[in-house]
């Protein structure tokens, strides 16, 4: 069996330098279902805005879960904007260059579109460790690995980009670099062409 990595989804071509947006915020994006974790997207958020940190939660997508979650966001309104339908793409990418950092704070899964796209922008990403997302989300490489349900260890993670423009710029870069390199589409059909070779040679 070989194993070959989802390629990056967004922008061609070369980005410019990574930049951390002029406005701290983090972009939870897609379908809204309830193994997504928006819940403690919503919770990590609060607890970063009620002790004074400027941070915005941007929520953009639709889906069961965002209803499901309403009276928590109605607890803090002036901390999220919430954009609640179907993200053209020309908007997300959009989105995802005005990000700090995109967020996936999921409860369950075996891989996600989102962190594909944000290392496509390249974005950082803090994600949960659950299932095959650390394969696309790299600890100290291009993002920052969580556990599920913990909104702590969500909460702290948002900060330390938001506090140190050193370390947001080290995952930016190593964004981009995996963009380019080991998760490139150039790579990709490199190892697929070689896959399929050994297959047909009857190994």
Known sequence: VDSIPHGPLGPTG?????????QHSFLFFGRIHEYKG?????????????SGVPVQGVIAGRGPDLKAN?????????AFVVDERYIDEAEVR?????????VI????GTQSGVAAMAIGSGRPIIA?????IPELVRDGVNGILVQPRDVDQLAAAMESLLC???HWSVLAEGAR??????????????????????ATAGR
């Open 105 to 108: 704070p999921y409860v369950d």
């Open 94 to 102: 959009r989105l995802f260059s005005e990000t700090t950092a995109a």
């Open 38 to 50: 928006l819940r403690y997207f919503i919770e990590a958020i609060q607890r970063l805005h009620r």
């Open 14 to 22: 070369d980005l410019p330098p990574p930049e951390p947006p002029k």
């Open 70 to 78: 309403q009276a928590l966001l109605s607890q803090t309104p002036s």
């Open 128 to 132: 949960s460790n659950v299932g095959s």
């Open 177 to 198: 670099k995996l963009r380019v390199g080991e998760l490139g589409w150039g790579k990709i059909a490199a190892t697929t062409a070689h896959s399929y070779r050994a």
């Open 164 to 166: 140190s423009h050193e």
